[in-house]
């Protein structure tokens, strides 16, 4: 059972462009929603992350928009990179235990 | 330079062999975990480990087993490999609960494993 859906599976891009990748989730337990961007060969790595309480969190150029009331969140990538292709991993946890359920990853190609 | 390890960075195994994975990390992170990353599902946990001694299952535990005899080492044991268990292999940790409110994990570089 996905707890947490991601999409799409993949995407590709222009550079300059604004890929947008969705995750939603069902359990309303959550309470820590990261992204982590892994390269090929490498080990998944920290990108950014919200709390619920608030609707949206930038760091350069990235972004979350998140909606409590649909239990959705999504990462936007300004002025996108072709350095910027990855995988994309949306995640959520809860609960004393403090575990990550992570989406189903997002392949995210830059076009130079 | 601080980090996660681990070891090795490939293996073919045989099926019905034993096999261990290690993972060690130097940033007293008391938070351990064990998760397989396969296309289209993204990474499962395997099992976890809050602090040193106590283990827990994931959602993916069954052929595998861990230990945590201290805080920084966490083997990952195939008891008898089958080739679902084709797969790349990552170790993390994390400084929750003591030094952190949120989970963030630190991820190992992985182990590519082929059971044939």
């Known amino acids: 059972q996905q707890q947490v859906k991601q999409s799409p599976q993949s995407l590709i891009v222009q550079k300059g462009g604004i890929p947008i990748i969705n995750c939603a989730y069902e359990?309303?337990?959550?309470?820590?929603f990261p992204w982590y961007q892994q390269f090929p060969g490498k080990g998944p790595a920290l990108l950014i992350a919200?709390?619920?309480?608030?609707s949206e969190k930038k760091e350069g150029r990235f972004t979350i928009s998140f909606n409590k009331s649909a239990k959705q969140f999504s990462l936007h990538i300004m002025d996108s990179q072709p350095g910027d292709s990855a995988t994309y991993f949306c995640a959520a946890s809860s609960g004393s235990a403090r575990q990550l359920t992570f989406g189903s990853g997002t392949q995210l190609t830059v076009l130079p | 330079i601080a980090g996660i390890t681990q070891a090795p960075t490939s293996q073919i195994l045989a099926a019905g062999r034993r096999m261990t994975l290690r993972c060690t990390q130097d940033m007293r992170h008391n938070a351990m975990y064990w998760y397989r990353q396969d296309l289209g599902l993204g990474l499962r946990l395997i099992h976890y480990?809050?602090?040193?001694?106590?283990?827990g299952k994931g959602e993916v535990p069954d052929g595998y087993s861990v230990s945590r005899a201290n805080t920084d080492d966490f083997p990952l044991t195939l008891a008898s490999a089958v080739p679902s268990q084709t797969s790349v292999y990552f170790c993390a940790s994390s400084a929750w609960p003591l030094r952190s409110s949120y989970n963030e994990q630190f991820f190992g570089p992985g182990t590519r494993l082929t059971v044939l």
């Open positions: 919200i709390r619920p309480d608030v």
């Open positions: 359990n309303t337990a959550f309470d820590y």
């Open positions: 480990s809050n602090t040193a001694g106590t283990t």
